[in-house]
């Protein structure tokens, strides 16, 4: 009886994990850290500071995003990653010898683009190849890294700024990156063929592994991003993506901010309620994903979007005065509620419009950069609501409203893409 082969997928699932864990969370999820120390260095506004930081960098990771496909085509999803990992090294060291803001934009955009090619429109396509089977799970896994890389690296930070300066922190944030990417870039395989394997679940798994064959191809035709276009469904999806990013997805961004402008002890936020938020992601991107797995879409949509919803309409209504609870429930539902945005487009792409028949790379990374655009709209819109009302709880109950619309059009873009597959078979 012939030995079975080790599957090599749950090799690449751990290099995924790696990486997200490395060029995305610890080079995104402590920026934030530094804007009031590099503020106060070079003198200049928190405003101008954002702007060179955050803006820039997600102007370049948007516009990369449009051009994903064709960058993919070009040079391969591996060679991407390699470059987004040198890159998202290269830009923190060009942080740790910052003399002028200068120095902020250009690392700013280097890591923009590097987030762009290197992380998630990378990471989707990669499971997406080596998973049928479990693949709601081994999203979920890797997406959790983003919240956990974050629970590591911001701690570390903050005492780096504390007891070595910025420059310090950004130069070992830097390398941190570099080593734990490295190996992972390594020993990746962006397709089972590669290794010559086939995706798990696949039903012609057997027989192409005896036969020492590549997994068969869609009878159906592939649709490319500009076919896409030409269709209903795709439109549908582009709405959903530009609206989430409008209103859902600033929510999340503006929970601590919200809680800080209540007044509540900055430790207790910062401590508590942060890893609670952090916590709830974790846990959201795993147990949504199961839920996929065994239940399917729909209900992953609407667990996920309930307790989003939950969360919102409590922070909404939320003063200092408020139980404790309700900081503890509203955190641990708005961060639960992340996994909407990590875990799901993958999904909704393989079920509106079949798996394996689009340019899966291409549609993933162009729709996310909707996503992307729509943010960079809605957190500052975000931030002019604070500053007309000094009070965050108006953008919730705007998102609270954007949810119920998203999670409609979600609902009528499945039901059109079965209809039109079944009609296709």
């Not at 930070?157 to 870039?185: D, E, H, K, R, V």
Request: with cysteine; charged share 10%; net charge positive.
């Amino acid at each position: 009886m012939a030995k079975k082969k080790f599957f090599y997928g749950w090799v690449v699932a751990i290099c995924c994990t790696m990486l997200a864990f490395s060029i995305n969370a610890m080079g995104n999820n402590s920026m934030s850290l530094y804007v009031a120390p590099v503020s106060a260095a070079f003198g200049i506004s928190r405003t101008t500071m954002n702007f060179s930081l955050f803006t820039t960098s997600l102007f370049a990771k948007t516009l990369c995003g449009f051009f994903y496909g064709s960058f993919v085509k070009k040079f391969g999803i591996k060679k991407l990653m390699i470059l987004g990992g040198i890159f998202a090294t290269s830009a923190y060291l060009i942080f740790s010898q910052a003399t002028s803001v200068v120095f902020i934009v250009i690392g700013g955009v280097i890591y923009g683009i590097a987030h762009s090619i290197g992380t998630f429109s990378a990471y989707n396509a990669i499971i997406n190849n080596w998973f049928i089977k479990r693949k709601g799970l081994m999203l979920g896994v890797v997406n959790t890294s983003v919240g956990l890389g974050g629970m590591v690296i911001n701690p570390l930070a903050g005492s780096w700024i504390q007891n070595l300066g910025w420059n310090t922190s950004f130069l070992y944030t830097g390398l941190l990156i570099g080593a734990i990417a490295l190996p992972a870039l390594c020993l990746v395989k962006i397709r089972p063929e590669d290794v010559g394997q086939v995706a798990l679940g696949s039903e012609d798994a057997p027989k192409a592994a005896a036969a020492g064959a590549k997994a068969v191809a869609p009878s159906r035709p592939v649709l490319s991003l500009k076919d896409c276009m030409k269709t209903s469904r795709f439109w549908m999806l582009a709405g959903i993506q530009v609206f989430s990013g409008l209103a859902i997805g600033p929510a999340f961004s503006n929970v601590i901010p919200s809680l800080n402008a209540m007044g509540l002890d900055p430790l207790y936020v910062s401590g508590v309620l942060a890893v609670i938020l952090s916590a709830g992601g974790a846990i959201g991107n795993i147990t949504s994903g199961m839920i996929y797995d065994r239940f399917g879409l729909r209900v992953q949509y609407f667990t996920i979007g309930s307790l989003m919803l939950v969360g919102y309409i409590i922070m909404s209504m939320l003063n200092i005065q408020s139980s404790t609870v309700l900081f503890v429930i509203s955190a641990a539902c708005i961060g639960y509620g992340n996994s909407f945005s990590l875990g799901t487009l993958s999904h909704l792409i393989n079920t509106v419009f079949g798996f394996g028949r689009t340019d899966f790379s291409a549609l993933f990374g162009f729709l996310f950069a909707l996503s992307n655009a729509g943010n960079m709209i809605g957190a500052p819109v975000s931030g002019w609501i604070y500053d007309m009302t000094g009070s965050y709880a108006a953008s919730y109950i705007i998102a609270a409203v954007s949810l119920v619309i998203v999670l409609t059009l979600i609902n009528t873009a499945i039901t059109m893409g079965k209809r039109v597959l079944a009609k296709e078979e």
